[in-house]
């Protein structure tokens, strides 16, 4: 089978590609950009005239619910979402029922992934087992099994002599740690910024200082053990100047930020919204500005959905009470292009940091249009506006705080292995 992607403006950040080219797809992969292969005849071609063409969007966190929490969301209905949002690849935490702790749950989820033939799939295995902080995983074996790194999604470490040793474990192996900065007692029963806001609305609030605390014990301890970290979803300005601060200084740190905290504050809960009840939780204006201009002078390198499907009966509970998180798969795209446009960016460097920026971070072949990878590619239109709607997603989560929003970027076409998996 033989594709060709004519009149498109391909965007591919890692190799500098951005101008109008045609791709050539042939038994899956990138065969040429730009000129035709000797001898090639497309079976099948799409029009991209005017549309972007860039490499299939990457995804540092998205939750798919599976297994032990199919009533929340399906394996099948999560990977749909991710090829119509242009999400070709992505990594999903250990915090599912069971943990993935143990090698053949992780294998057990590859496969069915993969049977989908939708977007690829790389597990982060539990830290500890359990998630329980006490003793470490069988990393090795967990890695083996097709983890790509290993994280304790929100459930902290208190015992730092464990995260001392699981550093220094990762580090001997080279293992990438995903760690969420919070210290579990400042935050402890916290819904939402300890700011004005949660007061005035009388919500236990989470200071800044929890991030900045569990930062400065995960910073201190990465630089006495040479573990390579990554610090998920930064949602503070004290956090983007520490991270400055320890890359500055050497150390093998990386970092990402929701696209949700790149647009919404502390004030869009003002109306108990517990669509906005999210983990981090929603910062301040500084806050927003901060994670911004961080992402512009490169201290946080890539932007993720935190894509956390959840049931409608959990999110209709008030809002201290109603679970934690929102959709984002199919809203990381426009997000992305939002953001780029209110801050002036070019679509080029934006598309890098949802794009070849995470593929690297995670250490998988995705993110860019070399020749003789994967044909997993994204074709949007750029200009396009899309009112976000809860019926028309096709994650089985529904919960989102932008609904009714219209956003620029909707996604036409996704490919994976050079099969058309997703077309508007």
């Known amino acids: 089978m033989k594709l060709l992607i004519k009149n498109g403006h391909v965007i591919d950040p890692k190799n500098n590609i951005d101008g109008k080219l045609d791709v050539f797809i042939a038994a899956g992969k ?12 497309a079976n099948q071609t799409i029009d991209a005239n005017n549309l972007i063409v860039c490499p299939g969007l990457v995804d540092l966190s ?3 619910r599976e297994p032990g929490e199919e009533y929340k969301a399906r394996l099948v209905s ?25 090698p053949g749950l992780v294998e057990m989820l590859r496969y069915r992934a993969k049977q989908q033939g939708l977007a690829h799939v790389y597990p982060l295995g539990a830290l500890t087992r359990q998630l329980q902080g006490k003793a470490l995983s069988e990393m090795g074996e967990l890695h083996a099994a097709g ?11 208190t015992d730092t002599q464990v995260l001392w040793r699981a550093m220094e474990y990762a580090a001997t192996f080279g293992f990438t740690l995903f760690l969420h900065a919070e210290e579990p007692f400042l935050a402890a ?5 300890d700011g004005e806001v949660a007061t005035r ?18 910073l201190r301890i990465a630089q006495e053990t040479g573990a390579k970290v990554h610090i998920s979803r930064l ?9 400055r601060a320890a890359k500055a200084q050497g150390l093998s740190i990386s970092c990402d930020v929701s696209a949700n905290h790149l647009h919404l504050t502390e004030h869009d809960i003002a109306y108990f919204d517990s669509n906005c009840h999210l983990k981090p939780p929603l910062r301040t204006q500084r806050d927003k500005d901060a994670l911004s201009a961080g992402l512009k002078d490169g201290t946080i390198d890539a932007i993720c959905s935190d894509h956390t499907p959840v049931d409608d009966d959990a999110k209709m509970a008030p809002f201290a009470e109603a679970e934690i998180g929102a959709t984002g798969l199919e809203l990381l795209l426009p997000l992305t292009v939002k953001w780029a446009q209110q801050q002036n ?69 996704t490919l994976v292995r050079g099969q058309i998996v997703y077309q508007s």
């Open 189 to 193: 029963n916290g819904v939402a910024h």
């Open 345 to 413: 960016i070019s679509l080029a460097e934006a598309l890098r940091l949802i794009t070849f920026a995470p593929a690297n971070i995670l250490g998988i072949p995705a993110g860019d249009l070399n020749t003789g990878r994967d044909a997993d590619v994204c074709i949007f239109d750029a200009n396009e506006y899309w009112k976000i709607s809860a019926n028309q997603l096709k994650s089985q989560g529904k919960n989102t705080p932008f609904n009714g929003l219209e956003l620029p970027g909707k996604n036409k076409f």
């Open 62 to 64: 998205a939750r798919l």
């Open 30 to 41: 990138i065969v040429s950009v730009g000129l035709a292969p000797d001898g090639f005849v």
């Open 147 to 157: 983890c790509v790194g290993f994280s304790q999604a929100n459930v902290a470490i």
């Open 78 to 102: 999560e990977l749909q979402a991710a090829v119509a949002g242009g999400v070709t690849s992505l990594a999903c935490p250990p915090d599912t029922d069971p943990v993935l702790d143990e």
């Open 235 to 243: 949602s503070t300005a004290e956090g983007v100047a520490m991270i």
């Open 201 to 218: 609305l009388g919500l236990k609030g989470i200071p800044s200082a929890a991030e900045a605390l569990a930062l400065a014990s995960i």
